[in-house]
C-alpha cells in the first residue's frame, strides 16, 4: 500500500509539469501524452520557453503575427498525432524552427535546441 501511494504521489507531480497548459485538465490523447512522458514534457517546456522569447525579441511585427499563426497552424498539426512518435517529431522541428526566426536588432534570444532535449 506504502509503494503504491509512492506511485502515485509522483505520478501526480510529474502530471503537472508542462508548461504551456495544466495537466490538471489535459482532456485529448496528445495532452495526456505530454503530461505523462518526461521527453514530450520536456520539449512541451523547450518551445514554450523558445516562443515566449522570440515573441519578446526585436523580430518585427509581421514576424511576431507570421509566428503566432504558425504557432496555431503547429497546434493543429501537433493535435492530430496519434502517436507518441508524431508527437514528439512534431515538437523537435518546431522547438528548432523557433530559433531560426532571425532578429532585427540585439541579440538573438536564448534557446533551446531539441537535440539538448532528451530524458
Not at 503575427?65 to 515538437?91: F, G, P
Amino acid at each position: 500500500m506504502k509503494h503504491a501511494f509512492a506511485i502515485a504521489a509522483l505520478f501526480a507531480s510529474f502530471t503537472a509539469s508542462a508548461a504551456s497548459f495544466d495537466c490538471h485538465e489535459a482532456a485529448t490523447f496528445v495532452e495526456k501524452e505530454i503530461c505523462t512522458n518526461l521527453v514530450l514534457s520536456k520539449l512541451d517546456d523547450a518551445l514554450a520557453d523558445n516562443y515566449k522569447l522570440m515573441l519578446l525579441a526585436e523580430v518585427g511585427d509581421d514576424t511576431r503575427v507570421e509566428q503566432k499563426a504558425i504557432q496555431r497552424a503547429w497546434l493543429r498539426v501537433r493535435n492530430a498525432c496519434t502517436d507518441y512518435a508524431c508527437i514528439e517529431k512534431s515538437y523537435r522541428k518546431r522547438v528548432d524552427a523557433i530559433c531560426d526566426v532571425p532578429v532585427l536588432e540585439g541579440p538573438h534570444p536564448p534557446c533551446a535546441m531539441a537535440e539538448s532535449v532528451d530524458w
